[in-house]
């Protein structure tokens, strides 16, 4: 057992000869490759685990060694977190033979399932990866769930165990009560120290089977990511199920009808390294001129143009955006570089949505659909900088249903969507299954803030005397905007959550309308229960009177439901002292002047117009509300 890789080699990635003679002992015998996952909860180390697989496997050197090496995005660096998912192909020698490991390093935040559920139908396998210190955690679960539901083998991997506060014996008995995983198939490992790696990848090579699939049947390869490269165009990532694919041939994307020839192929050792074919099993990318950002769908299936297969392969069941909001420029110009901005992020999430709106207050926009707050978040900083864009983000709201008189389901992922009360039939909200995994003293806590939120509780689940995962049912509203934080701070940082949508239910919904000066503002619409209606409504206008200058007449803003105001305040008009000059003499001189004045004012407010500057806005959406 040696690691191999020429590690004077920058790239050092080949056991040895070149790129197309490696490859071509793997497409012969795709008994020597491994499909394989990492996935654990956020922070619990995968990126630093993937980091000593490309050093233990010489596929980069010691000098070239660095933290989270695989998180090219400055923001995956500067958060410590993984965003998007990654490939690399890495080459070791067990036994007397030399086996390709393809491995798809995957976020573990929960915003982010969608991507891990993509790379773990390209795999056979999966690292089930488990912080020693912290112990299994709801991401931990719902991960674990993922990849069985994919029928991959697990290998269950304790993190961090070079640490004083490292506590095995513990952990392992919190995954085999949760995960039913039997505590001496368990591994240790160290992503910091490289302890139990070496261990990592025999295990890896032993217990994950080989991919299923002839070089010999009619292509079929599963693309299930891509990214937009500006000068090579479209990069599509594949994982070959059927097949070969050579340089030069012509492939059909068959959910799409496009066809096109292949230029470029090769796979990522950890950099791009071109090759001239690749067969089934094997996981890398292609280019082929493609320019059109929507020529290309993930979960699509690769074949011959030529000679195509029948069937695609199930691909992936499409991502439903759940947290909407308007993404506006600051600068109405720059709408253009808006739209080509979302426009090529699009292409490599499109778990991501957008479409143009329109605001009176903000001007010419776009409603985004995200997965949750976090990727929200994420896709803001991304476009402003990457696009050198400054941008202003409306209230976040998730998407409803409504059925009406009619008897017609209308979905809703905009406030301005709502008709008339008299039309609505039924109101319905998106309700989620939430588990928080939590130290046992702050159960009643969480309990506490759930029933303030209209969550359902379920059931207690303990993990041992200390931890406990408690379940409960809520509306996804109440979730989206605050609860983890509230989460982590009852729990002092040690409380996580997962959470999955379960479907729409009838509830008592109404449309929550600011107006100023008579006139509904359009961006601070919102859709809340009826029961917290007015105590919202009050919280808005307050923070919305701070923000308004004064004008030379009365501006009264309003929060209604409907035609019925639930809350009001008004900003008092400027005045001047008519009557200063007026010493002494008739009262009805200064009469005749303050019922000039009056006058004025009203013609005034009748034709005036109010200035909303775009800070009262953004005051306002940074309360949440």
């Known amino acids: 057992m040696a690691p191999m890789g020429n590690r004077a080699d920058p790239r050092g990635v080949l056991p040895r000869g070149d790129s197309n003679k490696v490859g071509e002992r793997f497409m012969s ?53 993984t965003i998007r998912m990654h490939p690399v192909t890495v080459y070791y020698e067990h036994l007397g033979k ?49 990849a069985i539901e994919n029928d991959l083998t697990i290998v269950p991997v304790l993190n961090k165990i070079d640490m004083e506060i490292s506590r095995p014996d513990d952990v392992k008995s919190e995954m085999e009560q949760v995960l039913g995983i039997k505590p001496e198939e368990v591994l240790g490992a160290s992503g910091k120290t490289g302890a139990g790696v070496e261990d990592l990848i025999v295990a890896l090579i032993e217990r994950i089977p080989p991919p299923t699939g002839s070089p010999d049947d009619k292509v079929r390869a599963l693309v299930y990511n891509s990214h937009f490269d500006s000068f090579k165009g479209v990069v599509i ?35 791009p390294t071109v090759v001239d074919e690749l067969s089934a099993g094997q996981v890398g990318y292609l280019m082929a001129q493609i320019k059109k950002l929507d020529d290309v769908k993930i979960g699509d299936t690769v074949t011959d143009a030529l000679d195509p297969a029948t069937d695609p392969l199930p691909g992936y069941k499409e991502p ?7 993404l506006y420029p600051s600068n109405n110009n720059d709408y253009e570089n808006l739209r080509d901005a979302l426009a090529k992020l699009r292409l490599n999430d499109c778990s991501f949505t957008y479409a143009p709106e329109n605001s009176e207050g903000l001007g010419w926009g776009f409603r985004c659909g995200f ?133 729409f239910r009838s509830e008592d919904l109404v449309r929550l309308d600011i107006l100023v000066a008579g006139k509904r503002v359009d961006a601070l619409s919102t859709i809340v229960h009826r029961s917290t209606a ?92």
């Open 29 to 81: 015998n795709k008994d020597l490759i491994r499909n394989f996952s990492i996935i654990a909860h956020i922070d619990h180390g995968k990126s630093t685990l993937a980091d000593q697989f490309l050093l233990k496997t010489g596929a980069i050197s010691q000098r070239d060694f660095r933290a989270q090496l695989l998180d090219g995005m400055d923001l995956e660096r500067e958060r410590g977190i």
């Open 98 to 146: 030399t086996y390709e490991l393809n491995l798809i390093d995957t976020p573990g935040h929960v915003d982010f399932t969608y991507e891990v559920s993509r790379s773990l139908a390209a795999c056979e396998g999966a690292i089930l990866l488990v912080d020693s210190t912290q112990g299994v955690q709801a991401q931990t679960v719902a991960n674990a769930y993922l």
């Open 237 to 271: 990532y594949i994982r070959i199920k059927e097949g070969r694919i050579k340089k030069g041939q012509r492939i059909k994307l068959m959910g799409l009808g496009t066809e096109h020839v292949v230029i470029e192929m090769g796979q990522f050792r950890p950099s």
């Open 320 to 326: 439903k955006p759940m947290v909407f909001s308007g």
């Open 371 to 503: 997965l949750g707050m976090l990727h929200r978040e994420i896709i803001q900083q991304r476009i402003e900088r990457d696009s050198d864009l400054d941008l202003v983000q409306t209230a976040p709201n998730v998407t409803y249903e409504i059925l009406n008189r009619k008897g017609e389901v209308i979905v809703v992922d905009n406030p301005q969507k709502v008709p008339d009360a008299g039309q609505i039939e039924e109101f319905r909200e998106p309700f989620i299954r939430i588990n928080f995994l939590v130290p046992s003293e702050n159960i009643g806590d969480i309990m506490k803030v759930c029933n303030e939120r209209r969550g359902s509780y379920i059931k207690t689940d303990y993990l041992s005397p200390i931890r406990a995962m408690v379940t409960f049912e809520m509306p996804l509203a109440e979730v989206i905007y605050d609860l983890f934080d509230k989460l982590k701070s009852m729990t002092k940082g040690y409380g996580t959550m997962d959470y999955e949508v379960i479907g």
């Open 534 to 625: 007015e105590i919202r409504g009050r919280r808005l206008i307050k923070k919305m009177r701070e923000e308004i200058d004064r004008h030379l007449f009365e501006v009264v803003l309003q929060a209604a439901i409907g035609s019925r105001i639930v809350a009001r305040e008004s900003i008092s008009a400027m005045r001047k002292n008519v009557t200063a000059k007026c010493y002494g003499g008739d009262i009805s001189r200064k009469r005749k002047l303050l019922s000039k004045q009056a006058e004025g004012k009203k013609r005034m407010k009748q034709i005036g117009q109010v200035d909303i500057p775009q800070e009262a806005f953004l005051a306002v959406l940074e309360t949440g509300e």
